[in-house]
């Protein structure tokens, strides 16, 4: 019975941490569906739960100095 209820108790504390690994994917696995967009992120696309996909934009490879 311990043993249930420790696990119960790391299980419980647990599920509110994040990882970016099971976060949901979308436009082609190419992006992450968050509630809002970073400061180097486009919107694309929504996504279920009034999510939004955010893509990290990619710089231009033809900007010289």
Do not use: H, W, Y
């Not at 009034?50 to 990290?56: A, P, T, V, Y």
Request: net charge positive.
């Amino acid at each position: 019975m311990r043993t249930f209820l420790f696990l119960f108790a790391v299980l419980f504390f647990l599920t509110p941490a994040k990882n970016a690994f099971f976060d949901e994917k979308c436009d082609k696995l190419r992006g992450t569906c968050k509630k809002n967009c970073g400061k180097n992120e486009e919107l694309t696309s929504l996504c279920q739960k009034s999510l939004k996909c955010c893509r990290i934009i990619q710089p231009c490879g033809n900007i010289t100095d």
